[in-house]
């Protein structure tokens, strides 16, 4: 099974619109964190926000929220009053395992998202 | 503060030829990893270093591709000999142990096996 699911390939938005950006993922492990990454066309990847396992309430950062559904397994991206700098590839990661000790992320495949006048 | 270095950005080989790529993590982070991105997939990890010292290299083609971090700071990926598939952009990542891991990137190398 697929550790991360991003399943929207591709979503266009317009300007100062609201998106939500889906990702469910799949662990046993208790303790885990979810990451989202943007990934412009310079292909940098940007840390945007992070949701911890334990975390009582969900992540916010500027115009970005994670949406954390544990018991769906799910962590979607929202973005508030969308930019045409947000336009760009954007991942959803998993960590699994506590910060206690540096692990791997695995990626999903990314969705593209569009901002259009 | 400065971001995590790789050199260089583009690089295009013929098929059998050998390639090296170089990252510099930020400065204190203890934690190094490679990860290898084909178009139109996310990352994945190719090797994870703690210091100098290996902790993941569960999915490095070890036939070809290798890795070293001495002095536990800067680090060497090379494939010898390279094949088509191995077209990509090479992502180098460094975080610090303790929060929440947050990994940093460096902008990658677009290496293109001709």
């Known amino acids: 099974a697929q550790k991360i699911t991003q399943t929207q390939p591709g979503m266009f938005v317009q300007e100062k619109e609201a998106v939500t950006l889906d990702c469910t993922y799949d662990?046993?492990?208790?303790?885990?964190?979810l990451f989202w990454y943007k990934q412009p066309s310079s292909g940098e990847m940007i840390f945007l926000i992070y949701q911890g396992s334990y975390d009582q309430q969900n992540a916010t950062e500027g115009r970005y929220s994670l949406n954390f559904q544990k018991a769906r397994k799910s962590a979607n991206l929202v973005i508030s009053a969308s930019q045409l700098g947000d336009s760009a590839m954007y991942f959803c990661a998993m960590r699994e395992g506590d910060t206690g000790t540096a692990s791997k992320l695995t990626f999903g495949t990314g969705t593209r998202l569009q901002v259009t006048l | 503060e400065a971001g995590v270095a790789q050199s260089p950005r583009y690089k295009i080989i013929e098929k059998r030829q050998s390639v090296a790529f170089w990252c510099n993590p930020i400065s204190g982070h203890a934690t190094l990893y490679w990860y290898q991105q084909i178009l139109g997939q996310g990352p994945k990890l190719l090797i994870q270093?703690?210091?100098?010292?290996?902790?993941?290299d569960s999915q490095l083609p070890k036939d070809r591709f290798s890795a070293e971090r001495l002095k536990g700071v800067d680090s060497t990926l090379k494939i010898q000999p390279a094949k088509l598939e191995d077209s990509a952009v090479y992502l180098c990542?460094?975080?610090?142990?303790?929060?929440?891991?947050?990994?940093?990137f460096g902008p990658g190398t677009r290496l293109t096996v001709l």
């Open positions: 270093f703690q210091n100098n010292g290996v902790v993941d």
């Open positions: 990542a460094s975080s610090l142990m303790g929060l929440h891991n947050e990994q940093f």
């Open positions: 662990t046993s492990d208790p303790s885990y964190g």
